[in-house]
């Protein structure tokens, strides 16, 4: 995805990518898992476990073209 992306996206030591245009649009690795319950996103790179939050108003993006948009509702706030 991201030889598509070329300079659109940062990429960062940890292994997930940024959008320069767009920078709450997050690009993750392949091998990444989401776990809502404790709000983390984590995968394997350079050899080590690494970790995102998982966080309101940001857009999660994974290879297999699908997405992930994390929203708190006025009802009950993210984390309640």
Sequence with gaps: MLELLGE????????????TVYPEIHYLPEDMQ???KRQ???WTSK???QHLKLLPGRIYFHRVATSC???ST???PVGA
């Design 8 to 19: 659109r996206a940062v990429v960062h030591d940890s292994g997930f990518a940024t959008d």
């Design 34 to 36: 989401i776990d809502l």
């Design 40 to 42: 983390d996103i984590k």
């Design 47 to 49: 050899g080590e476990e």
């Design 69 to 71: 948009v994390w929203k």
């Design 74 to 76: 006025p009802r009950r």
